[in-house]
Protein backbone atom coordinates (compact mmCIF):
# COMPACT_ATOMS: atom_id res chain seq x y z
CA UNK A 1 0.00 0.00 0.00
CA UNK A 2 1.48 3.17 -0.72
CA UNK A 3 1.54 6.17 1.82
CA UNK A 4 2.32 9.91 1.84
CA UNK A 5 5.97 10.50 1.46
CA UNK A 6 8.26 13.15 1.59
CA UNK A 7 10.70 13.76 -1.65
CA UNK A 8 13.53 15.64 -1.44
CA UNK A 9 13.48 18.18 -4.55
CA UNK A 10 17.23 18.92 -5.83
CA UNK A 11 17.78 22.34 -5.89
CA UNK A 12 20.11 24.42 -7.47
CA UNK A 13 21.18 27.73 -5.96
CA UNK A 14 23.39 30.70 -7.27
CA UNK A 15 23.65 34.57 -7.06
CA UNK A 16 20.62 34.26 -9.61
CA UNK A 17 18.15 32.36 -7.31
CA UNK A 18 17.19 28.79 -7.29
CA UNK A 19 16.05 25.96 -9.38
CA UNK A 20 14.20 22.98 -8.14
CA UNK A 21 13.62 19.87 -10.06
CA UNK A 22 11.11 16.87 -9.93
CA UNK A 23 12.17 14.23 -12.18
CA UNK A 24 12.14 10.41 -12.46
CA UNK A 25 10.05 7.61 -11.17
CA UNK A 26 10.73 8.65 -7.31
CA UNK A 27 9.49 12.35 -7.65
CA UNK A 28 7.04 11.73 -10.54
CA UNK A 29 5.48 7.89 -9.52
CA UNK A 30 2.58 8.32 -11.92
CA UNK A 31 1.90 10.19 -15.88
CA UNK A 32 1.29 13.97 -14.57
CA UNK A 33 -1.79 14.60 -16.43
CA UNK A 34 -2.45 18.34 -14.73
CA UNK A 35 -0.69 20.88 -13.06
CA UNK A 36 -2.53 23.27 -11.13
CA UNK A 37 -0.91 26.24 -8.31
CA UNK A 38 -2.98 27.66 -5.36
CA UNK A 39 -2.09 31.16 -4.32
CA UNK A 40 -2.83 34.38 -2.91
CA UNK A 41 -4.79 32.40 0.11
CA UNK A 42 -5.40 35.26 2.79
CA UNK A 43 -4.61 34.82 6.26
CA UNK A 44 -6.25 32.02 8.32
CA UNK A 45 -7.76 30.21 5.34
CA UNK A 46 -7.87 26.58 5.22
CA UNK A 47 -8.32 24.76 1.72
CA UNK A 48 -9.11 21.26 1.25
CA UNK A 49 -10.97 19.18 3.49
CA UNK A 50 -12.05 16.12 1.39
CA UNK A 51 -10.12 13.36 -0.26
CA UNK A 52 -9.42 11.51 -3.91
CA UNK A 53 -10.94 8.12 -4.13
CA UNK A 54 -8.65 7.19 -7.37
CA UNK A 55 -6.34 10.77 -7.86
CA UNK A 56 -2.69 10.84 -6.77
CA UNK A 57 -0.78 13.78 -6.30
CA UNK A 58 2.55 15.45 -6.03
CA UNK A 59 2.79 18.87 -4.19
CA UNK A 60 5.20 21.44 -3.55
CA UNK A 61 5.21 24.90 -2.01
CA UNK A 62 8.25 26.43 -3.91
CA UNK A 63 7.75 29.81 -2.08
CA UNK A 64 6.51 30.12 1.05
CA UNK A 65 5.18 27.75 3.56
CA UNK A 66 2.43 25.26 4.11
CA UNK A 67 0.96 22.59 6.73
CA UNK A 68 -0.97 19.58 5.11
CA UNK A 69 -2.68 17.43 7.38
CA UNK A 70 -3.50 13.59 6.03
CA UNK A 71 -5.93 11.38 7.22
CA UNK A 72 -6.54 7.76 5.56
CA UNK A 73 -9.37 7.33 8.81
CA UNK A 74 -6.94 5.51 10.81
CA UNK A 75 -3.86 6.99 10.62
CA UNK A 76 -3.01 10.63 10.84
CA UNK A 77 0.04 12.60 9.62
CA UNK A 78 1.14 16.24 9.44
CA UNK A 79 3.68 17.78 6.40
CA UNK A 80 4.76 20.88 6.27
CA UNK A 81 6.05 22.39 3.21
CA UNK A 82 8.17 25.16 3.97
CA UNK A 83 11.54 24.54 1.31
CA UNK A 84 11.45 24.32 -2.55
CA UNK A 85 13.42 20.78 -1.71
CA UNK A 86 10.12 19.49 -0.39
CA UNK A 87 7.74 17.54 -2.26
CA UNK A 88 4.66 15.46 -0.90
CA UNK A 89 3.52 12.63 -2.43
CA UNK A 90 -0.45 12.29 -1.71
CA UNK A 91 -1.50 8.64 -2.60
CA UNK A 92 -5.46 8.05 -3.06
CA UNK A 93 -7.56 7.93 -0.13
CA UNK A 94 -6.57 10.49 1.90
CA UNK A 95 -8.53 13.10 3.67
CA UNK A 96 -6.18 16.33 3.31
CA UNK A 97 -6.30 19.94 5.09
CA UNK A 98 -4.60 22.78 3.96
CA UNK A 99 -3.80 25.64 6.35
CA UNK A 100 -1.30 27.71 8.10
CA UNK A 101 -0.42 29.57 4.65
CA UNK A 102 2.63 32.03 5.22
CA UNK A 103 1.92 35.29 3.22
CA UNK A 104 2.83 34.92 -0.46
CA UNK A 105 2.64 31.42 -0.52
CA UNK A 106 2.21 29.27 -3.94
CA UNK A 107 1.42 25.64 -3.44
CA UNK A 108 1.60 23.57 -6.87
CA UNK A 109 0.21 20.32 -7.25
CA UNK A 110 1.02 17.66 -9.92
CA UNK A 111 -2.43 15.40 -10.48
CA UNK A 112 -2.49 11.67 -12.24
CA UNK A 113 -5.54 12.92 -13.88
CA UNK A 114 -7.65 15.44 -15.13
CA UNK A 115 -10.08 17.41 -13.10
CA UNK A 116 -13.53 15.09 -11.93
CA UNK A 117 -15.35 16.33 -9.60
CA UNK A 118 -16.46 12.71 -9.12
CA UNK A 119 -13.53 11.57 -7.77
CA UNK A 120 -14.12 14.00 -4.78
CA UNK A 121 -15.10 13.38 -1.27
CA UNK A 122 -15.97 16.11 0.07
CA UNK A 123 -18.09 14.81 3.11
CA UNK A 124 -16.24 13.74 5.86
CA UNK A 125 -18.89 11.18 7.66
CA UNK A 126 -19.16 9.47 3.96
CA UNK A 127 -15.70 9.47 3.51
CA UNK A 128 -14.59 7.47 6.75
CA UNK A 129 -17.87 5.34 5.62
CA UNK A 130 -16.12 4.82 2.42
CA UNK A 131 -12.88 3.58 4.22
CA UNK A 132 -14.80 0.71 5.82
CA UNK A 133 -16.91 -0.27 3.29
CA UNK A 134 -15.70 1.17 -0.15
C1 LIG B 1 -6.44 18.97 -3.57
C2 LIG B 1 -5.94 20.23 -2.95
C3 LIG B 1 -4.50 20.14 -2.55
C4 LIG B 1 -11.10 23.07 -11.30
O1 LIG B 1 -11.98 23.52 -12.05
N1 LIG B 1 -10.06 22.36 -11.80
C5 LIG B 1 -9.08 21.84 -11.03
O2 LIG B 1 -8.15 21.20 -11.55
C6 LIG B 1 -9.16 22.03 -9.61
C7 LIG B 1 -8.09 21.45 -8.68
C8 LIG B 1 -10.21 22.73 -9.10
N2 LIG B 1 -11.16 23.25 -9.94
C9 LIG B 1 -12.26 24.05 -9.37
C10 LIG B 1 -13.19 23.33 -8.43
C11 LIG B 1 -13.64 24.41 -7.48
O3 LIG B 1 -14.73 25.09 -8.06
O4 LIG B 1 -11.65 25.09 -8.59
C12 LIG B 1 -12.44 25.36 -7.45
C13 LIG B 1 -11.63 25.25 -6.18
O5 LIG B 1 -11.30 23.85 -5.97
P1 LIG B 1 -11.21 23.22 -4.51
O6 LIG B 1 -12.20 23.86 -3.63
O7 LIG B 1 -11.29 21.73 -4.66
O8 LIG B 1 -9.73 23.67 -4.08
P2 LIG B 1 -8.88 23.18 -2.83
O9 LIG B 1 -7.71 24.06 -2.74
O10 LIG B 1 -9.74 23.01 -1.62
O11 LIG B 1 -8.37 21.69 -3.23
C14 LIG B 1 -7.45 21.55 -4.29
C15 LIG B 1 -7.79 20.35 -5.16
O12 LIG B 1 -9.16 20.46 -5.60
C16 LIG B 1 -7.63 19.04 -4.45
O13 LIG B 1 -7.61 18.00 -5.39
O14 LIG B 1 -5.96 17.89 -3.26
O15 LIG B 1 -6.14 21.38 -3.76
Sequence with gaps: ??????ITVPVISDE??????L???LALPFTVR???FISEV???IDRGAH??????QVVI???GSVRISLDDGDNHATFVLDSPSKALRIPPGYWRTLDDFAPGTVVVVLASEEYDEG???RDHARFIEWTHHG
Excluded: F, K
Design 1 to 6: MTVPTL
Design 16 to 21: RGTLGV
Design 23 to 25: EGD
Design 34 to 36: RVY
Design 42 to 44: PES
Design 51 to 56: AHRRLE
Design 61 to 63: APT
Design 119 to 121: DYI
